[in-house]
């Protein structure tokens, strides 16, 4: 995939607030279909296939197979999926992507987890009950999962018999299953678990809310609150911005916000699996950048392939984008060279100078707009052709402008060719 920097697109955010990364994370379960599938809003889902992203019905962004979504909306009519995308800054943005192009990815322990302890915050208790059931069978999830369930069949139990009573006993041994609930959001946070802690406390609240008629009664939380919101907010957000990071292969950005994201929520499953890919790729992309810098003097022509894998690794590592600037004349050589006296002379087949300026003109200026451009002999002329053609509507080129854009590369790849026999 291409170093894609979407924040050269421009992107209207939606009206969608800041803190939606957590509500987006954890949105309302329903349940799977196996047919046509028909997503939920809250559903997490995966690129079954390379497919680009589109906001506003223009390319936004190369999904590569395997990038997970959270859906914000289905139109099964229309066939589309509408996706959320967070910025930096938190705004959501809806993406979208033709619905035959994604799957609904299956909820595994942690994700069951979650969602139960979730269902049960926004007292849907039968759901909190099935889910958490189901966390309970995940072998790495069984403790936390079984200890939250028992808790809150506790206190749903106990709030169930003190609604009907109203007062007495069946209250105070609902204030003592409450009192029961804090510990336990107190033990799954020390365990690491913030925003299972999150949704039960919050779960809590609601339901004391509801039963006892004086709030004076509720046992109190045994967590600094505000701390727990903004650390649950954080690491929800972290785990979306890490994904998106990713899939543009911003390894290093990607590091960062596992960073941020474990210190929030130091159990969180999904980043401790995504560092181990992250700090892969970036110890692969360093090695390239060492045979780039190896071969430097002796090889250039390996030497800049070599950076170019890097790059496609890992599009932000500070060394090799230290490497490219340092390298860039060599670069520009085999990606776009000039059209000087030289070239011009070497150039197959021949071309007026003019019409050769200006497919470089348009070339350097309409195709870098999302991407970087490839070494001119990582194809062929027929396969330029192809793309150029592929990406004249993103790029609004029109076949005129194509025309002379192949013109320039045609015979720029002659004189790239001719560099490399010569050396
Ligand atoms: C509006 C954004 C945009 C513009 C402008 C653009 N591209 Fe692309 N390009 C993409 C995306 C996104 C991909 C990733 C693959 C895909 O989704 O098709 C891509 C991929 C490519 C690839 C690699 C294909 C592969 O499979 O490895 C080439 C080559 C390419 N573009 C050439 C060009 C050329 C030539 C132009 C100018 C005529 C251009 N691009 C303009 C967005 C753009």
Redesign the pocket.
Known sequence: ??R?SPS??STVALGLALCAPAALVCGALHGAPAAAAVYSSGDLVRLAR????LFKG??????PKGQEFTVLKHEPAKGQVYLAFVQKEGEVIAVTLPDASLELVPPDGWALLIRGTQAFRDQRFEEARKLLGRAAQDPGFKGVASGVALRIEGVMQAGGAALQAKGGPSQKAFIEALSLGRDTAAEVFQRGYTSVAQALEEGLDRLSARVLAQKEDAPPSKLPREELANRAAQAAFSVVRCRQAMAVRRMVEARGYIDTGLKAEPARPELKAMLLKVEEDIKDAENRGDSAESNRRRNLGQALLALERGLKLCSDHPRLLKLREEMSGALEERTAPPVTAEFVAAAKPAAPVERLEQGRQ??TT??????D??MLD??TVG??KS??A???R????DEAQ?NV?MEY?TAAHSVVGGMRKSQ
């Open positions: 995939m291409l894609l050269r697109f390379k497919e680009t992203v223009e390319p936004f962004l190369a999904g348009l070339y309409r195709c870098t707009q999302c991407h451009l490839e990582s194809r396969n330029w793309e150029v592929g990406m004249a993103r790029a609004k080129v194509q854009i590369l």
